[in-house]
């Protein structure tokens, strides 16, 4: 099975930035869509932000309170990697950020078939 090592997270004052990278091993890590999400205890997971297999589209949380414009998903297929740079950190991004990959071959497109450990990631004031 695919492995998905998630790192980069720790604690940061609002306004603060992170980067998150996400490993994954394997040989064919250039056909799955990417996609980070996150959850904070006592919640749901929910969806943060998601990339294609090429990078040439990205997809973003439309929430109230949107990642879009602080959050930017990319991914290094050379290097199996895909990162989350985050910046303007709000206390309310505080949560476990998971990785997730979808391959197209085993379920289809839509279903993620493999997430990693997560990376906690807390904004403070």
């Known amino acids: 099975q695919v492995q998905l090592v998630e790192s980069g997270g720790g604690l940061v004052q609002a306004g603060g930035s992170l980067r998150l990278s996400c490993a994954a091993s394997?040989?064919?890590?250039?056909?799955?869509?990417m996609g980070w999400f996150r959850q904070a205890p006592g919640k749901e997971r929910e969806f943060v932000a998601a990339?294609?297999?090429?990078?040439?589209?990205?997809?973003?949380?439309d929430y109230v309170d949107s990642v879009k414009g602080r959050f930017t998903i990319s991914r290094d297929n050379a290097k199996n990697t895909v990162y989350l740079q985050m910046n303007s950190l709000k206390p309310e991004d505080t949560a476990v950020y998971y990785c997730?990959?979808?391959?197209?071959?085993?379920?289809?497109?839509?279903?993620?078939?493999?997430w990693g450990q997560g990376t906690q990631v807390t904004g403070s004031h």
């Open positions: 997730a990959a979808d391959d197209p071959i085993i379920l289809g497109t839509g279903t993620y078939d493999y």
């Open positions: 394997g040989r064919t890590f250039s056909r799955y869509n």
């Open positions: 990339i294609n297999w090429s990078g040439g589209s990205t997809y973003y949380a």
